[in-house]
């Protein structure tokens, strides 16, 4: 049986490689991109350098800076309106997951019209788009290289998972110096979710030997470096590494499919405002000990390429580590519980049957290696709130 790979049709990635946009915009003949970013990025001035590099290349560029964490519908409409206003021909994502998210869905929507809920899973769209090129400026979310966008519903606070061909990028540029600023909280929740991705991608349902390959080696590097990366961010090699591994962790998902921690993680971020790398860091875990009778020999592989079992030990042993080295992981990077995070015990308490409904309704859990009930998901939720 055959398999489904998509990919950027190109990526420059290297100490630099930023620099070389308005070279990949020429290549692709485009004139008139509208830069899609935040307003943090706009203060420290990143976001005018590649306007500037923009410009330098005899390009037309503009900005919308009006992206904000968890992008939502609503701040889609402003955006739509700089893209109209520009009588752009493509988009550029610069950012972490957030900006690149919003600019997938602003590419679809300028072409093709609707709104974000048309294109909600179990749909997949494959129609008229605009080019889209993503800079990350995090080691985490892997978008740039992914078939996905998630964008919050501001009516329902649902996050909406939305698939497809047409919100994958046409080139990526991945150039780890843009995250050497990083601090250690974001370094640790976007580190985690790129070692969420590549793990689920690795115990998928869904999982075949391609995208098996890229999770394994990002798996691996993340185990090498996310701790150097943590406490010492200016290490440029571990930078580097996660930056790489990151990307690998996107290409692996968005070829196979993330699982339950991500079903789960989705929820707490629409409802609760938590950053998703940190919702997925406090699953993971918990959900990962749920999990492991489904998929034993999958997890144990994880555990050695994550190098706390030899290759040699039992299969069940190994997995049964892996569980423990990633509580230890979230304990080194001060991962708090959902109660430390200063969430509400009644409202979460209240919120879990919606949370649990959301998770099966994104249809991420259907590929975990243990399919839950709605029962079990809440249980879950139950058990991680402290």
């Known amino acids: 049986m055959s398999v489904q790979v998509a990919l950027p049709r190109f990526a420059r990635i290297g100490a630099g490689a930023v620099n070389e946009i308005g070279t990949v915009v020429a290549q692709l003949s485009l004139q008139r991109p509208v830069v899609i970013t935040d307003k943090y990025l706009t ?54 997951g957030s900006p690149i998210d919003t600019a997938k869905a ?72 843009l995250t050497v ?38 798996i691996r590097t993340i185990g090498k470096n996310i701790r150097t990366a943590y406490q010492d961010g200016a290490n440029t090699t571990a930078r580097e590494a996660m930056m790489i591994a990151s990307t690998q962790a996107g290409m ?20 609760f405002h938590v950053a998703h790398g940190l919702s997925n860091a406090m699953l993971l875990p918990a959900v990962t000990t749920f999990s492991i009778s489904g998929a034993e020999s999958r997890y144990a592989d994880c555990a050695r390429a994550f190098g706390v079992a030899a290759e040699s030990a039992n299969d069940s042993v190994a997995a049964w580590f892996f569980v423990d080295a ?44 243990v399919v839950p009930t709605a029962d079990q998901i809440e249980t879950l939720y139950s058990d991680v709130f402290e």
């Open 181 to 218: 600023s990083m601090p250690p909280r974001l370094t640790a929740d976007t580190g985690i979710d790129a070692l969420t991705h590549a793990i689920e991608a690795y115990v998928s349902r869904k999982a075949h030997p391609f995208s098996d390959g890229l999770a394994i080696a990002a």
């Open 252 to 271: 692996a998902f968005s070829n196979s499919s993330v699982a339950l921690v991500h079903g789960m993680s989705r929820p707490i971020g629409a409802h």
């Open 43 to 96: 203060s420290t001035g990143a976001a005018e350098r590649v306007m500037n590099l923009l410009r330098a290349a005899g390009v037309t560029p503009a900005l919308f800076d009006g992206t904000v964490p968890d992008p939502t519908t609503e701040c889609l409409e402003d955006g739509l309106r700089v893209l109209a206003d520009h009588r752009a021909d493509s988009v550029i994502g610069f950012g972490g």
């Open 326 to 369: 990633l509580t230890e992981l979230c304990q080194d990077l001060k991962v708090p519980t959902p109660l430390a995070y200063g969430i509400d015990r009644d409202r979460w308490n209240e919120l879990i049957p919606l949370m649990a409904h959301q998770a099966l309704e994104s249809g991420s859990p259907g590929n975990n290696p």
């Open 106 to 177: 602003l590419a679809v929507l300028s072409a093709r019209g609707g709104t974000m809920r048309e294109y909600k899973a179990p749909n997949a769209y494959s129609g008229p788009s605009l080019p889209i090129i993503a800079i990350p400026t995090t080691a985490g979310s892997g978008s740039e290289a992914t078939q996905f966008t998630v964008i919050t519903d501001s009516a329902s606070d649902e996050k909406m998972l939305c698939p497809g061909l047409s919100f994958l990028p046409i080139a990526t540029i991945v150039d780890f110096e």
